[in-house]
């Protein structure tokens, strides 16, 4: 059992940054591969990003590459995404989510499959907007 909880959410102008935390709890070494999701209403969940827990691996959607960075500092069972750059579009709830998945999986289109991600946080929202 693993459970996610994220953080760290709020309102930023375009442009700005942010950064988001999931901690993660109980048998976190089930989840070898963790994810950003998000969700705006009357929109589909889409995956950010990904990152594998052994060497840090990492996997981003188009729309987000290049502006928003996926880590993790093991030691603390912490997930974090820093949103840069952002537009209005990014606007969303913003959902952690962990599975156990090989490599090739999480770093290579995993975060495109999130019936594969087996626990989730509570979502936190991130408002863009001047």
């Known amino acids: 059992q693993v459970q996610l909880v994220e953080s760290g959410g709020g309102s930023v102008q375009p442009g700005g940054s942010l950064r988001l935390s999931c901690v993660a709890s109980?048998?976190?070494?089930?989840?070898?591969?963790m994810a950003w999701f998000r969700q705006a209403p009357g929109k589909e969940r889409e995956g950010v990003a990904t990152i594998y827990r052994h060497g840090g691996r990492t996997w981003y959607s188009d729309s987000v590459k290049g502006r928003f960075t996926i880590s993790q500092d093991n030691a603390k069972d912490t997930v974090y995404l820093d949103l840069s750059s952002a537009k209005s579009e990014d606007t969303a709830m913003y959902y952690c989510a962990g599975a156990t998945m090989g490599d090739a999986l999480c770093t290579t289109g995993g975060g495109e499959r999130a019936d594969l991600f087996r626990w989730w946080g509570q979502g936190t929202q991130v408002n863009v907007s001047s």
């Open positions: 109980g048998y976190t070494y089930s989840s070898n591969c």
